[in-house]
């Protein structure tokens, strides 16, 4: 009987041994060097603690160095308070005491210049402004502020006859704030007419609020506000 013809193998296909099994294909070579692991990452360092709060600025602090002690020593209980502000010397005074003290910041410490003077309103105070006077001395390079608390409709002293710069600044004050000075030469208005009513730099003076009857007396319109 003639031999059945045989079908034919694919390369691939496993060749069967002697015994007729079926051998199983190679494994595959084992590479040289096993596969490196992925990098681990390091841990991110831990934040640093943050800083303390600062301690709070403090804008005022009291005032004790060898000036204060002068005034105090010179008027007393009329220096009401003394504060340095920003680095800048304050003494809060009486007002009965005010020609005095100016008298004596002059002659004797030297401050020859009244730099500045105005008003500031506190209107829910009993002493509802505050005078703010700037002085200066030349010989020394230094500032003194002196403020002075007022009661509305109280007046104070005039400081004309101290320091002449003093004539148009209590003026701007007086047209401003309604606030007198006893003893100036001029006591009357200085940006708005005489007639004009009200003063602007007052809290309660609405800044819309105008003369409308000087307006129309004097321009012949009706105010625009």
Known sequence: MADEPKAPQSPESPKPDSAGATSAPPAAPASAEAAPSPAVKPAAPA????PPPKPPVLMQIPLDNDLTKRYREQFGAAILDAVEDRKQPYLVIAAA???????????????????????????????????????YSFPHNMRLRL??????????????EIWPTANWLEREIFDMFGISFNGHPDMKRILLPEEWQGHPLRKDYDILQQDTAWVRENLGIESGQ
Not at 147 to 160: F, R
């Open 47 to 50: 934040r640093p603690a943050p």
């Open 97 to 135: 005491q005010l020609a005095e003290i100016a008298q004596y910041s002059r002659d004797v410490e030297k401050f020859d210049l009244l730099e500045d003077y105005t008003a500031v309103d506190w209107p829910r105070r009993e002493k509802r402004f505050d005078l703010i006077a700037i002085l």
């Open 147 to 160: 403020k002075i608390p007022l009661a509305d409709g109280e007046t104070a002293a005039s400081l004309v």
